[in-house]
């Protein structure tokens, strides 16, 4: 079946501009989570849908970064007001809420500001 | 200091070579572990999760466990030049919920 897609794949903004990026989980899967990737830090968690639950949103880094998740299923992250340090990929993963340790992951979008 | 630390290498071996990949950690409240793979300009693909102290094998890949030592390990058997890839761990525990806290990855190439 479809795994978990994200768009844009890369993602070029000036400094300053907000972005949106968006994340389809798999089709069934009610957990999703938003990680950061930055060239030497890893992935750094940033905000977790669980269900109907409030968001785990302990991650994110200002209040620059926001998430929402409508319908259960698509979700997108909202970064206002970009800076150059934003610059990582960002990747999207989803899960059954009961299989916390089975995350999908998607391809993730690499963004760029300048 | 992290509390995962995992050597970012690069690590290089020759194809068939036995390749030992190694996480510390420091939370104690840690009990879920896992090891993911990352191609190039893609998503990390998950390869195992184990729970307990000891080793689980799965084909060509073993993950190991010690608790007591705040130590994981991931060994390649025969390695494959398609094994050429960034491995990360990855675990979870106490008050971290469903998060999880990741290595920084160690990027290995396998040569033909």
């Known amino acids: 079946g479809a795994g978990v897609s994200q768009s844009p794949s890369n993602k070029v903004t000036e400094k300053g501009k907000d972005v949106e990026l968006r994340c389809d989980p798999i089709s069934g899967h009610t957990a999703l989570y938003w990680y950061r990737q930055s060239l030497g830090q890893g992935l750094e968690f940033l905000i977790y849908?669980?269900?109907?639950?409030?968001?785990?949103k302990s991650g994110l880094p200002s209040d620059r970064f926001s998430a929402e998740r409508t319908g259960g299923s698509v979700s997108t992250l909202t970064i206002q007001r970009t800076q150059q340090e934003d610059s990582a990929v960002y990747l999207c993963a989803s899960s059954f809420i009961r299989a916390v340790d089975e995350q999908y992951f998607g391809p993730g979008t690499r963004l760029t500001v300048t | 200091q992290k509390e995962v630390e995992q050597d970012p290498g690069p690590l290089s071996v020759p194809e068939g070579a036995i390749v030992s990949l190694n996480c510390t950690y420091s939370n104690s409240a840690f009990q879920y572990f896992m090891w993911y793979r990352q191609y190039s300009r893609k998503g990390p693909e998950l390869l195992m999760y184990t729970y307990s102290s000891g080793n689980k094998e799965d084909g060509r890949f073993t993950a190991q466990v010690d608790k007591s030592s705040k130590y994981i390990s991931l060994f390649i058997r025969d390695s494959q030049p398609s094994d050429s890839a960034t491995y990360l761990c990855?675990?979870?525990?106490?008050?971290?919920?469903?998060?999880?806290?990741f290595g920084e990855g160690t990027q290995l190439t396998v040569n033909p």
């Open positions: 990855a675990m979870r525990g106490g008050t971290s919920g469903s998060r999880l806290t």
């Open positions: 849908f669980q269900g109907n639950s409030a968001p785990d």
